[in-house]
């Protein structure tokens, strides 16, 4: 039963909100796709992703050198091997299937960021067995926050300060691994 108050094909205002969200929705996914860094290509795509499962041999390969241990007693190597298996399996379906996607972007001036990225996660596993994990994971934490992320300072300081928290708790007194460490 149609409102006698409203004029003949008026529509509802339920309706003319989903029709203002909807062409809000199209504005901004165009607005990315503008902003949005061209595509690179399937060479590219495939490159990424040998990239990647390079470094994951390289990982499982490092890990397993360092010890697996057994279930019960897990070494330091174990679950960065598990992780490096998982980019291997990730890494193999993506070079088969990934082909004809459309996600490699070109090179661009953004594209150092992931450079800044790979540099201090460097840093960090240079560091770590001189000084221990808890400041060298507290830095790369508040930068990757801080000038990659672009967040506020006190959100970076309040999120690395209880990230590190929570890695200690969970990796060092719950698991028990042996990472190298201040305290």
């Given at each position: 039963m149609s409102d006698p108050t409203k004029p003949p094909g008026a529509q509802p205002a339920q309706a003319v909100a989903a029709m203002d969200l909807q062409e809000e929705a199209d504005r901004l996914q165009a607005e990315l796709e503008e902003a949005r860094p061209p595509h690179a290509g399937p060479i590219s795509q495939v490159a990424a992703t040998v990239v990647a499962l390079a470094v994951g041999v390289f990982g499982a390969v490092g890990s397993y050198a360092l010890g697996l241990g057994q279930l019960t007693q897990p070494g330091p190597g174990l679950w960065p091997f598990a992780i490096s298996v998982v980019i291997?399996?990730?890494?193999?379906?993506?070079?088969?299937?990934?082909?004809?996607?459309?996600?490699?972007?070109?090179?661009?001036?953004?594209?150092?960021?992931t450079a800044v990225g790979l540099v201090t996660l460097v840093g960090l596993a240079a560091l770590l067995p001189v000084i221990g994990f808890e400041i060298p994971s507290l830095l790369l934490m508040f930068i990757w926050l801080r000038w990659l992320g672009k967040e506020s300072w006190r959100s970076s300081i309040v999120?690395?300060?209880?990230?590190?928290?929570?890695?200690?708790?969970?990796?060092?007194?719950?698991?028990?691994?042996?990472?190298?460490?201040?305290?």
């Open positions: 291997i399996v990730l890494s193999a379906v993506l070079v088969v299937t990934g082909r004809n996607l459309q996600d490699t972007e070109r090179f661009s001036r953004s594209s150092l960021l999120i690395s300060i209880g990230a590190v928290a929570v890695f200690y708790v969970l990796f060092v007194l719950l698991l028990q691994i042996p990472l190298p460490r201040l305290i």
